[in-house]
């Protein structure tokens, strides 16, 4: 087997943070704290760089934590996981921006970073002087630099403003730039971070592209991102991360689909209406919701449904007595809060006679239709008979659209570009006849 380009072996981070200093409510106590200052002090400077044996001490934060792993040279990699996981100090680490509390890292090769907007930036040179400044500190000579330098700059469309001093780029600019450099300058091992998601829908695109010409070529790409659509299209294996730990490893579907699994266990208590101040509700109180949630087609609650695959709206209630012609009612609304569809029951002609205590009903939409981006929800009970709102939440669901299978292809229209999915088809035809109009 080929030597390991990432070999990790019982890494940890330790950081010490800022905890709350005792507060005195007496004179006698501001005065003992006043004459045993010089002490307190004393330690508190010693603590920076000496950590005691006390691992439970509230001012010890453990980022990473016994994380082992091997990445083999042409792989690409995600590392997946909630904020605060520790994703971000692990790529830290192997940037050797910071080093390693315990354990051990073996890197083959060079490495080429990007973890954040600029990274390695001076914002007072120019984006011709930070092109160089950069290939520099990844060891590039000035001649190897120069010899990538117009398909950089080419790369990252900021031809116009490359004279120009960063301090003045937009954070677009700066990670079209900031990409472009450690993507072009043939790192053997290429670390991205979350920044692409500061970059448009097009430049995005070419992003992934590179990172796959990157793969392809032998070279191994680390990927960071939220967002499990690129992760599943451009990883073939991926790590989740909790508490500064490796919980799962394996194929990228398998741990995605792991993760949102786990998201899902951890988010259930978000789900309670009932203690949903009365102020932000409608209606007359007959019937109250307790919980909304979505449930994906292998009946799992999920906040991240994949475009293109069924998906229920599950709203639980509680009825406070019986209630006969019962309609209930929802309505999905795009991130500028413009609605995109109203699921009526009164588009079926029907309705439910409720009975007094709990209950649940189902809105199942067979093709989610929905393009990558943020949503929510809000829902109605009205009753028929006397015509009254028994209950009314503005927004008492939130999701996100993230993966799509909705064309069976690698390209879904984003939410700023599309409100809706629709199925269509295309023909082409040559050498037509302008004489013949169509029948």
Request: with cysteine; proline share 4%; aromatic share 8%.
């Amino acid at each position: 087997m080929a030597r390991p380009a990432i070999r990790v072996e019982n890494l940890g981070k330790r950081y010490r943070i800022g905890v709350e200093e005792e507060q005195h409510e007496t004179l006698l106590g501001a005065m003992g704290s006043w004459f045993t200052a010089p002490i307190s002090n004393y330690r508190r400077l010693r603590d920076l760089s000496h950590f005691e044996d006390d691992e439970n001490r509230d001012d010890v934060l453990w980022a990473l934590r016994d994380v082992s792993f091997e990445i083999h040279p042409g792989e690409v990699v995600g590392f997946i996981g909630r904020n605060g996981a520790g994703k971000s100090t692990l790529l830290k680490l192997l940037s050797r921006i910071a080093y390693p509390t315990t354990g051990h890292i073996e890197l083959v090769g060079r490495v080429s970073s990007l973890l954040e907007v600029g990274t390695g930036f001076h914002q007072e040179l120019t984006g011709r002087e930070n092109v160089f400044l950069n290939g520099t500190i990844l060891g590039m000579t000035k001649a190897e630099v120069a010899s990538k330098f117009d398909e950089i700059v080419e790369f990252s469309g900021v031809g116009k403003f490359i004279d120009t001093p960063v301090k003045r780029y937009s954070s677009g600019m700066k990670v079209r730039l900031g990409f472009a450099v450690a993507a072009h300058l043939e790192p053997d091992i290429l670390i991205v971070d979350e920044v692409l998601a500061v970059g448009d829908i097009a430049f995005k695109k070419k992003c992934l592209g590179k990172m796959d010409e990157v793969s392809k070529s032998g070279r191994t790409v680390l990927y960071v991102s939220h967002e499990m659509s690129t992760v599943t299209n451009l990883c073939q294996r991926a790590y989740v991360l909790s508490g500064g730990q490796i919980v799962h490893q394996g194929p990228v579907q398998e741990a995605v689909e792991w993760y949102l699994d786990d998201m899902e266990v951890l988010d259930r208590d978000n789900l309670r209406l009932d203690e949903v101040d009365e102020n932000e509700r409608g209606g007359d109180g007959r019937l109250r919701f307790t919980s909304a949630y979505l449930v994906d087609r292998r009946g799992r609650h999920t906040h991240a449904p994949t475009a293109g695959e069924p998906v229920e709206v599950v709203l639980e209630y509680e009825a406070q007595e019986d209630l006969p012609r019962v309609m209930f009612w929802l309505r999905i609304d795009n991130h500028l809060n413009v609605p995109v569809s109203v699921l009526h029951m009164r588009s079926h002609e029907t309705y439910y006679d409720i009975q007094k205590g709990t209950g649940r009903v189902r809105c199942r939409i067979p093709n989610l239709p929905l393009p990558n981006g943020a949503y929510q929800i809000k829902i109605k009970a009205k009753d028929y008979v006397q015509g009254h709102m028994l209950d009314a939440l503005e927004s008492a669901l939130e999701f996100e659209v993230s993966a799509s299978t909705f064309f069976g292809s690698d390209y879904t229209p984003d939410i700023n570009h599309s409100t809706v999915l629709m199925e269509h088809g295309w023909t082409h035809e040559e050498h037509i006849d302008a004489s013949v109009s169509p029948s």
